[in-house]
């Protein structure tokens, strides 16, 4: 679709143009399989000589027509859609790292993200280095190694609300010869757009403000096709060296920009198999066609809980980067001029016993593990999603005994407002 429309004009029509007499809607190929005429036509396909779909594990056109509309709202060459989007990160970060390799990911990352990176991975012989978004340029250089081969960290980070400075991060990795890996979920392409400021690859949990409504769970990968990987070829051999299991083809000189995308989907997707489904998929379209008016009224609600959060008795600090006067205001204005996310988290004086009996005298807004969705919804980060981590590394992560991470719907704000003055009455 033409760069030249607007983000609203691409969350309606990118990925689906219908011809003559065809569904105005993308369609649901709700298929394992496709039929072909020939055995030719076929082995063309298993040997990448030839674009189109054999199963539904490696590629579906309802799937594709929604990962392209993604790539055009992220400015990207090309997207490969997940069965969630812990499985999009895992996929970004394996399709270039292997045994014996190293990353270093930003410590204020999601906590799902965090173990995967810190504990799982490591299992796999992928080592890791944890560095705060706040590192300085020498503290980002130090944590590099020879083996070192990219940088993570999210726009936003869930749930400390830490903003990444883009720009810095990926002049960094630049000058090391890997790429910046970053997770857009909170921000979204419609307040964030990663590769206008140097970022390779971005991720995203679609489960959250793209499908909006808690109906589906699902990732993606989008790739910028900017990274070299040619220039670096001796630290990526996965993408730069024949891949015997497709008859020797070499991804950078077969498919060029496409090189990334194109491995994760023939390589990593036929092996490992987190494939979305066409139905959540189509569910995840539509969605994506009300995405910025909801992404609006989400950043509006939230600015002004946080607004009246601020200078309540009860509340010992408030993080909200649009917020002004919060210590990632600038970083926001640069990088989210139009609103940051939905999402705020705020530290109850009280502590852990205060933020449970918040979070228990709620009426309107539940408890629940998801975010980015229409109704409110809040959690105790300490005792939920960053269970597993010893205080120490709650600390490291952002992290204190009483802050509560609220996501901020679509109600009437004076509402919510409401709902979260009865409870903090009880906290």
Known sequence: MSNNYHAETKCIHSGWEPKNGESRQIPIYQSTTFKYDSADEMGKLFDLEANGYFYSRLQN????AVA????????GVGAMLTSSG???NLFAIINICE???HLICASEIYGGTLNLVGVTLKKFGIESTFISVDSTDEEIHNAFRPNTKLIIGESVSNPALAVLDIERFANVAH???VPLIVDNTFATPINCQPFKWGADIVTHSTTKYMDGHAAQVGGCIVDSG?????AHADKFPGLTTPDESYHGIVYTQKFGKLAYITKATSQLMRDLGSTPSPLSTFLLGMSLESLPLRVERHCSNALAIATYLKNHEKIASVNCPALEGDKYYSLAKKYMPNGVCGVISAELKGGRESAVRFLDSLKLASIATHVADAKT????PASHTHRQLTDEQLVEAGI???LIRLSVGLEHVEDLIADIEQALKQA
């Open 377 to 380: 919804c809040v959690l105790h």
């Open 400 to 402: 204190s005994t009483g």
């Open 61 to 64: 056109p309802t799937n594709d």
């Open 68 to 75: 392209t509309r993604i790539a055009d709202l992220e400015g």
């Open 175 to 177: 000058s090391h010869g």
């Open 99 to 101: 045994a014996g390799d």
């Open 86 to 88: 812990q499985a999009a």
């Open 226 to 230: 900017n990274f070299d990987w040619e």
